[in-house]
């Protein structure tokens, strides 16, 4: 272990999405404004130009122009903590000048219904003595950490609340998304270079290269199709992803993509410094890990149940996930005194932010109108069971006389509970949902206190209505 | 394309047909049971075919077919004006069925038709300034609240409706919280008074005033959703005053090519709308230029000044 601290050189990249959204916590689709706004913020503050060529590596929007992505550069342990909160409060800065917040987290916990979908992307780096590591070592470490991917998925999932509800996953993002693909185990094979297949996102394509002569090349293969939107995978030229042929050795790295984004900036850097600290672990190793006999299964729990999932160890005896995750850190400790750094969060007691600071309380008003709404059936017919208030379209108040009877359009308000601090929401605490009745003219807040008469799906509705007017 | 969403396409077609013809009076009263029972069949096989049919159906359907309440009294002009803009929101169903069966992209099927941002419901019952007017023509601002706004366009629509004795309706409430040129606005008391203008045949032109950023564009971009939102003649008469008073206009513009508010409340030839983009620069240093083009088109093309 002496050994390997000495020669070796953690760096550590960091690509974050963060959703920008308006002072009530809902999706505001201006993320090229933000973008704008910063490049004003940075032209004019030389200081600021120098932190941010520093830190950051650039930062793009996504495909929903409500996200924005940071990425880092390339830093050590220390660096890489102020990186994330430099690269986090300059695109609060950006936004806040335009009246709104960034969010990061990976659903939103109204509008995901389950896109878009953020993301936290790590990649790690080692250099022994100033030069890449072989290809060897870099198996070593992807299998290394691509087996304790269901303790890392635990401890970090963290996209419960989804849609105005709870979804049946911890991490729905791991669920849903489209793009982050199960690896497999890292192997090194002599493969035919010049004719590559890849598969791009939901399609295969075939990318051909035309290059000097080799017959065969020794390349690390994780997917064989090249894929590298996967829940990890190894990057650089070593491997047989097609973007990545032309990166130098000292590119080469191991990209995790399962983790889920923390919105307590705490819980990111431990969720760092216990990768970089399995990375390290792995060095150690005499051979290149196998692949652990449960770990698809311990995969699929994790995303379902996060940290109160049931394991099976390389016995196939049941362990808490919990227990599996402690277990591990007990054994990363040495590794991480040994990069000096101790684990600020609660995940150092294997509690994942999902259980502390993002714990969201929905609070609805009325369970029977949200599963209608939910299901599409949201034209209704009301009979009030006591007085209640209505607005007309310019916004007068009327009042509607108790064992009225009402029909329109159901439509679910919610309120999102949050606390913010320097254009960051720092915490969201709860969902309310309630509900209006939109009528012709009438805009009507429900209660409890209503019998729903009859409910109807559009087409329905439709049909009904042609039908009367005919 | 599934099959599933090729009968569901049929049977829009069928939809469209019965429609077609109800509104040509082409059915007698023997035919009339007939057409009911294809009409309930067609509903439920739409229903059966395609399991999220509603969501289609609640992206494009006039909500004021849907929520119209007064159906005793309806007049023949009203139920004609139904059938109307409903044959045409099917035409839009087409069109984007049509559009997402060819590519790879997921249908917009699956999004939402709420204002789920509702940030203070009471308060946005009542976040916009609405003039009533003579004319049968609307000016719409809708991004005229910072931040994010689109500068003087409310100022410009306020002006030319005072002018005019046009209606006009100006937001009172930043995007960031409410954008009502979006889908999702649809059933917020802005969009639904638009709703209660065209369908009462109060106007028949909408004047959608945006700002883009650019100074590199033309001074007024003219976005129709590639012709979908407006009959070309009231274009070309629009074009000539802005010409006359030395504006550069680009029509059916690609980049702006026209939001939910033309989208959704026009069905040409009865109802036509188009989106202004007016560059930094125009509204900067042009902007009386553009309240007298906009002026005098209305004036001349406008309709009369008649009575309420």
Same mark, same amino acid.
């Given at each position: ?5 000495q ?10 999405e963060?959703f ?14 933000? @973008? ?8 004019r ?5 120098? *932190? ?62 389950p896109?878009?979908i953020?993301?936290?992307?790590i ?30 998925i ?22 849903y ?32 290269l035309?290059?000097k002569?080799r ?40 990209e ?16 760092i ?13 005499d ?27 390389e ?12 277990? *591990? ?38 369970n ?33 006389q ?63 209505k ?5 | *394309?599934?099959k ?9 077609l ?24 294809k ?46 803009a ?26 939402m ?20 007017g ?20 409310g ?5 030319? @409706?005072?002018?005019?004795?046009s ?6 409430i ?6 009502y ?37 033309m ?12 009959? *070309? ?52 240093e ?10 005098e ?12």
């Amino acid at each position: 272990m002496q050994n390997v601290n000495q020669n070796y050189e953690i760096l550590i990249g960091v690509e974050e999405e963060v959703f920008i959204v308006n002072p009530n916590g809902f999706l505001a689709p201006f993320a090229e404004h933000v @973008a704008e706004k910063l490049l004003n913020i940075i032209r004019r503050d030389k200081k600021l130009l120098e *932190m941010s060529r520093h830190y950051l590596k650039g930062l793009q929007w996504e495909p929903n122009p409500s996200q924005l992505e940071y990425v880092t550069r390339p830093h050590n342990i220390q660096e890489i903590i102020k990186a994330i909160k430099f690269a986090r409060e300059l695109l609060a800065k950006a936004a806040n000048s335009l009246g709104l917040y960034i969010l990061p987290i990976s659903v939103h916990p109204v509008e995901s219904r389950p896109f878009p979908i953020n993301g936290t992307h790590i990649n790690i780096s080692i250099l022994r003595e100033k030069k890449p590591i072989s290809r060897n070592e870099l198996v070593k470490i992807f299998n290394h950490i691509r087996n304790h991917l269901p303790e890392l998925i635990a401890i970090s999932a963290n996209s419960e609340i989804l849609n105005g509800g709870k979804s049946k996953y911890k991490s729905s993002r791991l669920a849903y998304s489209r793009v982050l693909k199960e690896s497999k185990i890292g192997k090194i094979e002599r493969v035919r270079y010049h004719i590559r297949p890849r598969r791009k996102r939901e399609i295969t394509r075939y990318g051909i290269l035309f290059e000097k002569y080799r017959n065969k090349e020794m390349k690390i293969i994780v997917n064989e199709t090249g894929d590298r939107l996967l829940d990890i995978v190894i990057r650089g030229p070593y491997t047989n992803i097609l973007e990545d042929s032309d990166k130098t050795s000292k590119e080469s790295r191991i990209e995790i993509r399962a983790i889920d984004n923390q919105i307590n900036i705490e819980h990111l850097y431990d969720i760092i410094k216990i990768i970089a600290a399995l990375a390290l672990e792995a060095l150690t190793l005499d051979n290149i890990p196998d692949e652990h006999p449960y770990l698809g299964y311990n995969r699929e729990k994790a995303i379902e149940n996060g940290i109160n999932a049931k394991f099976l160890n390389e016995n196939g005896e049941e362990i808490d996930a919990k227990e599996s995750f402690l277990k *591990m850190l007990k054994r990363l400790t040495p590794f991480l005194e040994k990069m000096r750094v101790k684990l600020n969060s609660s995940i150092s007691r294997g509690e994942p932010e999902i259980e502390n600071s993002t714990k969201i309380e929905i609070r609805d008003t009325n369970n029977k109108l949200t599963n209608l709404e939910k299901r599409g059936v949201i034209f209704v017919e009301i009979k009030t069971k006591e007085e209640l208030k209505a607005y007309n379209l310019f916004g007068k108040l009327t009042k509607i006389q108790e064992g009225e009877t009402l029909s329109g359009i159901l439509v679910p308000h919610y309120e999102i509970l949050l606390e913010k601090e320097d254009g960051i929401i720092k915490r969201i605490m709860g969902i309310k949902i309630n509900h209006w009745l939109v009528a012709d003219t009438l805009y009507i807040p429900l209660t409890n206190n209503i019998i729903i008469k009859k409910h109807r799906g559009p087409v329905r509705q439709l049909y009904n209505k042609l039908k009367n007017i005919i | *394309m599934t099959k599933k969403s090729t009968k569901a396409l049929r049977n829009l077609l069928h939809l469209y047909n019965i429609l077609y013809d109800i509104e040509k009076q082409l059915i007698t009263d023997d035919e009339k049971e007939q057409y009911s029972k294809k009409f309930e069949k067609v509903i439920a096989g739409l229903n059966r075919q395609h399991r999220n049919i509603w969501r289609f159906f609640i992206w494009k359907i006039p909500f004021e077919v849907v929520l119209y309440s007064k159906e005793e009294n309806l007049s023949p002009r009203l139920v004609n004006r139904f059938l109307k803009a409903l044959r045409f929101s099917i035409e839009k169903n087409f069109v984007d069925m049509i559009k997402f069966a060819s590519s790879d992209k997921e249908p917009p099927s699956y999004k939402m038709i709420y204002p789920t941002f509702f940030e203070n419901p009471v308060k946005l019952l009542s976040s916009f300034t609405f003039i009533k007017g003579k004319r049968k023509v609307l000016l719409v601002a809708a991004h005229s609240e910072p931040p994010l706004s689109d500068k003087y366009t409310g100022e410009v629509a306020e002006l030319v @409706a005072r002018k005019t004795n046009s209606y006009a309706l100006i937001s009172n409430i930043s995007r960031i919280y409410v954008d009502y040129n979006r889908f999702n606005s649809r059933l917020t008391p802005f969009r639904r008074i638009i709703d209660k203008l065209v369908f009462s045949r109060k106007i028949n032109l909408i004047i959608d005033l945006h700002g883009n950023k650019s100074d590199e564009s033309m001074d007024v971009e003219i976005g129709i959703r590639a012709g979908l939102t407006s009959k *070309m003649d009231i274009i070309r008469k629009m074009v000539t005053f802005f010409e006359k008073h030395g504006l550069s206009v680009k029509i059916n513009s690609t980049k702006f090519y026209g939001g939910d508010i033309i989208a959704y409340h026009t069905f040409p030839p009865y109802v036509n709308g188009v989106q202004l983009e007016i560059n930094q620069r125009a509204r900067k240093e042009k902007v009386s230029k553009i309240i007298k083009s906009l002026t005098e088109f209305i004036e001349k093309h406008g309709g009369k000044n008649a009575k309420r």
